[in-house]
């Protein structure tokens, strides 16, 4: 448990921490340069870059969470805190989530390392002089993860911070279909099955009828109401899954966590509404360069403190910390 972080007294509760930036918060105003990377696959990610250009200033990969985007404000306020510490960033987006479908059929997922591996070797090739670390948020938290488990002594980063990670896919689709997360779940299941939506749309315009034909093999759309049922019916057989239950095995960072070689944070919440706390890795499975920072409230990706008057973001103080760190 850590108590270097004291949750506002006006959210008290974690629904309040997870709700109140993106419903109250302002967005940052930030100069941001777009760059498509093509994949091997023939595929594409959009990167946004934001900070010093000098070939030799830090450079910190954002990755965001399910459903979101490089204009997320957790994003977006991570950018302009790692500028003022003098880091450079660029947010990533994964497949789709740009504002322009990708032109595959498939999409992103939570165990989607080998994208972010192609990610990581072009920014090696790019800023080959320049320290490199990534923060992952949630989804991107978890890939994240999963990615350093799995590159072990040979990953490049200098280090890594994940935060409010759902370490076990299987329990945190459990956990999301309880009481008021339900809320969260029919949410992200309708922008899930958007996504899906578009992209057929996609397909049909352009013409490119075998991949329309690809994503209708799945099935209906509707009826889907948790993420057992979207990820059985959509995400597993998309990409190569037998069923959920394999997909969020094979995809969770909690068996991964062991391989990990670079110092890495861990920032969760106890209270953590997506996660139940049996599902956070126990000390044992943790490699000697990670730290894992729990703390008793903060909600999901919340962490908010300071006054109505002048909200304050620990995690945007916390993780440029981190790194200029180490």
Known sequence: MSDTFRPAWWLPSPHLQTLWSPFCRQAPLLTRRRERLWLADGDFLDLDWHGPHGSQAPVALVLHGLTGSSLSLYVLGLQQRLAECGWASVALNWRGCSGEPNRLPRAYHSGASDDLAEVIAHLQASHPQAPLAAVGYSLGGNVLLKYLGETGDACPLMAAVAVSVPFRLDQCADRIGMGF???????????????????????????????????????????????????????????????????????????????IRVPTLL????????????????????????????????????????????????????????????
């Open 267 to 326: 920032i969760q919440a106890e209270d953590d509404p997506f996660v139940f706390p049996r599902s956070l890795p126990d000390a044992g499975e943790l490699s000697s360069s990670t730290h894992f920072e729990l703390h008793a409230h903060g909600g999901h990706v919340g962490f908010i403190d300071g006054s109505p008057r002048l909200p304050g973001y620990y995690l945007e103080r916390r993780i440029p910390a981190w790194l200029t760190e180490h």
């Open 181 to 259: 997360s339900r809320v969260y779940q029919a949410h992200f299941i309708r922008n899930m099955i958007a996504y899906v939506q578009n992209k057929q749309q996609h397909f049909q315009r352009e013409g490119a009828l075998d991949h329309l034909q690809s994503l209708q093999a799945l099935g209906s759309l509707h009826g889907m109401r948790t993420f057992w049922d979207f990820d059985g019916r959509i995400t597993a057989p998309l990409h190569g899954f037998a069923d959920a239950q394999d997909y969020y095995r094979r995809a969770s960072s909690r068996y991964y966590l062991d391989g």
